[in-house]
């Protein structure tokens, strides 16, 4: 059960919006929401929650919405469907109103929200975005090993330094949100956004929590696509890499076939066999469906944006206690 303690009202444009994508979530709900009221009770500047709801099945839109329709300092927002944490995080950025700076936190209390008067000592001091980096991570070893793998790879090849152990986990002044939503790129990778935009940076390193309750829902599936979209989105390396490997290939068999034709001119001596055969047909035929499938990446990219669909759908939404549909 949610206990709203009206101990302040909502201001027309508070400090700071904090933004939480939810699919989900109704299991450790209460429980953030717990979290988040008393943080705006013990921090000074005035804060509004946007709380937005990515499609879920369970009562977690339910519980957004009596919470927003009870209390002015929530923000609900409900899309249409699930459209992914990236787009959701979007959807938030695109509501914000705060005439400060904007927190990105996610719903499963894995990154402690209290951090906020940290990140926002730092923001006075004059940076536009403070990150947090993870120190250490309680989760299964492959799963760190992936992360810790990935960021290596995003940190080596990527055209610019996206920063270690980094995640959505961060304070933004208002104008890096105002940048950030200027781009219409449709396959987002906040993270990279994030810094390619630029201005002053600071980490602050932190352990992460376990999850509080419920389970994850970010499988396999979609970490996966999140690191190919940071890979192919922020790094001019797999294309180049693939034309590497073919000019390679060419030069390989350009090599091969002098050998083979010294020998047939002055040795008379031809290598023969269908093995060898077999292996560099399959070879190469490997090496071009690579290449296709990594041109493929882009394309499909550029498919998808040039369509100019919206972002998401918002189904309904409720701010101040109105509901807007």
Do not use: C
């Not at 939810?22 to 209460?30: A, K, M, Q, R």
């Not at 031809?270 to 292996?279: N, S």
């Amino acid at each position: 059960m949610i206990h709203i303690v009206m101990e302040k009202s909502k201001p027309d444009h508070p400090e700071i919006n904090i933004i939480v994508p939810l699919f989900n979530e109704e299991v450790i709900f209460d429980t953030l929401i717990e979290r988040l009221t008393k943080l705006m009770q013990n921090f000074e500047p005035s804060i509004e929650v946007i709380l937005v709801d990515d499609g879920s099945d369970d009562n977690t839109a339910k519980k957004m919405k009596q919470l927003a329709l009870n209390d002015p300092r929530f923000h609900a927002i409900m899309l249409s469907r699930n459209f992914g944490q990236q787009l959701a995080f979007q959807a938030g950025l695109q509501a914000v109103n705060a005439n400060e700076a904007v927190l990105l936190i996610d719903g499963d209390l894995q990154d402690p929200p209290e951090l906020i008067k940290q990140f926002y000592t730092h923001l006075k001091e004059g940076f536009d975005v403070v990150y947090a980096v993870r120190r250490s991570r309680k989760s299964a070893v492959i799963l760190k090993f992936s992360y810790w793998l990935f960021y290596r790879i995003m940190r080596k090849f990527s055209y610019i330094d996206i920063p270690l152990d980094s995640s959505n986990f961060s304070l933004m002044s208002r104008r890096v949100v105002d940048h950030i939503n200027s781009m219409p790129e449709e396959s987002r990778y906040l993270s990279g956004l994030r810094t390619w935009v630029g201005f002053k940076q600071k980490s602050v390193p932190f352990d992460r929590e376990e999850r509080k309750s419920g389970t994850s829902k970010y499988g396999w599936g979609k970490l996966i696509s999140l690191a190919l979209t940071g890979i192919f989105n922020f790094s001019k390396y797999p294309i180049r890499f693939t034309m590497s490997l073919g000019v390679l290939a060419f030069t390989t068999s350009l090599i091969y076939f002098g050998i083979t034709l010294y020998k047939k001119i002055f040795i008379g001596d031809v290598p023969i066999g269908f093995t060898a055969l077999l292996f560099t047909i399959i070879a190469f035929g490997g090496l071009q469906l690579i290449a296709i499938g990594v041109i493929g990446e882009y394309v499909l990219r550029i498919f998808f944006q040039v369509k100019n669909r919206p972002l998401f759908i918002v189904k309904e939404s409720i701010r101040n206690g109105k509901i807007n549909q």
